[in-house]
């Protein structure tokens, strides 16, 4: 029986001296992610006045000694925030950021095949997206094989790829639009 109720005091003590040293350091590693985030991305995210001010005030802080300190206050305010959303709202800008890129790319893949092969790959993207102009298109690709063949800068590459990302891109769908 005194085994018995020696369990139900250490079970009613709270989290282990580590377990609250691991939150705390997990806290300030968020902390940290915050501080490294652009004003833009911040500005999206739900935080209070007060960490709000204290994370700016952070970006301003240059001597090392007075940067981590920052951080670790910043830590200790996220322990009276619900940092669940605060982590919902990263995790889904990090998803649109690996959309964009995962866009950006097969837009590029796109430009540098229709640079290259020509009128083949001029066929091919035209048999998978009908609507778009066909005339158009060709012109585009013929003036930055051109620039390429005469080893001029790529001003006509890159109007090539922005006029891609003009009629095959996604219309900047977001993680938070298809949730």
């Known amino acids: 029986m005194a085994a018995h109720d020696e369990n139900e005091l250490y079970e009613n003590e709270g989290p282990s001296r580590t377990r609250r040293k691991r939150n705390a350091a997990e806290l300030k590693e968020l902390g940290d992610q915050l501080v490294a985030l652009p004003p833009t991305e911040l500005a999206r995210l739900p935080l209070s006045e007060k960490l709000r001010d204290a994370i700016e005030l952070a970006h301003r802080i240059t001597a ?7 951080r670790q206050l910043i830590g200790k305010l996220l322990r009276h925030t619900d940092v669940a959303a ?9 998803i649109d950021q690996r959309i964009a890129a995962r866009e950006f790319h097969r837009l590029e893949i796109w430009r540098n095949r ?6 083949s790959a001029i066929v091919s993207l035209l048999a998978s997206e009908p609507a778009l102009d066909g005339q158009r298109l060709r012109s585009l690709v013929d003036t930055a094989q051109l620039e390429a ?9 890159r109007e ?5 990302r003009t009629v095959l891109g996604t219309g900047g769908t977001k ?3 298809r949730t």
């Open 64 to 70: 090392h000694g007075g940067a981590a300190r920052q």
């Open 114 to 119: 229709l640079i290259e092969d020509g009128e």
């Open 160 to 164: 090539l790829f922005r006029w891609l």
């Open 175 to 177: 993680a938070e639009d």
């Open 86 to 94: 605060i982590r919902a709202t990263i995790q889904l800008q990090l």
């Open 149 to 157: 063949a005469l080893g001029r800068p790529p001003a006509a590459s």
